[in-house]
């Protein structure tokens, strides 16, 4: 690999300014963050539906996170094809397991390899290549909202080269962690965007990268990683996000790589991220001024992006009435925001 610092280029203001946001929210919540075990737990449980759903659905699945909770919960969803099934069952386990686990999970080749079996153990069509290197080329495609190919974003590394790079940048990024000459985003970051572009098993890479994503983050000391969702922020971002690959990976294998654009795409989902999880640390307050159905309701639009007062009831449970009051409570405290009129109105927190 080309010199990291020749890669990096010049460091952008504003990539020095996200990073500086992130490690503040990372101190105040390893500092501040005084949540009940249980509201974590549930908050933890709701993030495993929605990653699991985000991520398998940026390659094309077809699963709702509706559809997904359903599945999880053992309820029938039969009429998805057993495809989509076997891959959310697969991510949702091994995401549990690293959210769990992370602090006993090597980050090593022969660990990747593992990781890979996991995601695919129940992929019926990938049985004879999981956890294996790629034995045939796999460039990559961008799936439409009905699951469809729309057409190839990048060729990657060709399949006799891949188990060579991929040692070489594990190892690479072992030593440079554990060296600290760089900070640990940018590292993570580089890490993502040349595992993609080696591409290095035969299916399931972009599920894989983000499950490395987040066990690299919680391993350099993001600890609010599990709370809320990585891939839900890519997939409502998704276009930038092969956007970003497509215009940093281009330039791999030429005369001056640079990642500068991925770096910026990937800190600024990081920051949203750490933006939500601030949200989190001012629930105990809530719990103190708000109602049980009222904070029920504001846990719920912890978890979400935005979302409609139908979608609220069916979700939770309570009645339309008392959602409604609910809503006009979080207003008036300026809690949330109305987005549209009508039947179509939406809900969000102020300043996700």
Same mark, same amino acid.
């Given at each position: 690999m080309t010199d990291f610092s020749q890669r990096l280029g010049n460091i952008t203001p504003e990539i020095l300014s996200k990073? *500086?946001?992130?490690?503040?929210?990372? *101190?105040?919540?390893?500092? *501040?963050?005084?949540?009940?075990?249980?509201l974590l737990g549930r908050l933890k449980k709701s993030v495993l539906v929605t990653s699991s759903g985000s991520s398998t659905r940026i390659e094309g699945s077809r699963l709702s996170d509706t559809d997904v909770e359903r599945f999880i919960k053992g309820l029938n969803i039969s009429k998805f094809r057993d495809r989509d099934r076997q891959e959310v069952q697969g991510y949702y386990e091994l995401l549990e397991n690293v959210f769990n686990a992370w602090k006993t999970i090597s980050f090593s080749e022969s660990s990747i390899k593992h990781l890979h079996n996991e995601l695919l153990k129940y992929a019926e069509k990938d049985v004879r290549h999981r956890g294996d290197y790629k034995k045939t080329e796999n460039d990559v495609s961008m799936f439409d909202a009905e699951g469809k190919p729309i057409g190839v974003v990048f060729e990657t590394t060709r399949a006799y080269l891949a188990p060579k790079q991929t040692q070489e940048l594990v190892l690479w990024t072992q030593e440079v962690l554990a060296e600290k000459k760089y900070h640990p985003l940018l590292i993570v970051g580089n890490f993502v965007v040349e595992f993609l572009k080696i591409h290095p098993f035969q299916d399931g890479n972009g599920r894989l990268s983000r499950i490395l994503t987040n066990l690299l983050l919680l391993k350099v000391g993001y600890g609010f990683v599990p709370y809320i969702s990585h891939e839900k922020i890519i997939e409502d971002n998704k276009t930038e996000y092969y956007l970003a690959l497509r215009k940093s990976q281009k330039t791999f294998d030429g005369k001056k790589e640079e990642i500068i654009v991925w770096l910026e795409y990937f800190l600024k989902i990081l920051e949203m991220q750490a933006m939500r999880a601030i949200d989190l640390l001012s629930t105990e307050r809530m719990e103190m001024i708000l109602s049980p159905k009222q904070l029920l309701i504001w846990n719920f639009l912890l978890t979400v992006e935005e979302v409609t007062a139908g979608e609220i009831v069916k979700k939770t449970g309570v009645l339309r009435p008392t959602v409604n009051q609910s809503l006009d409570r979080l207003l008036d405290m300026k809690k949330i925001q109305r987005i549209g009129m009508g039947r179509t109105t939406r809900y969000r927190i102020i300043g996700k």
């Open positions: 990073i *500086g946001r992130i490690d503040e929210i990372k *101190g105040r919540w390893t500092e *501040g963050v005084n949540l009940s075990p249980q």
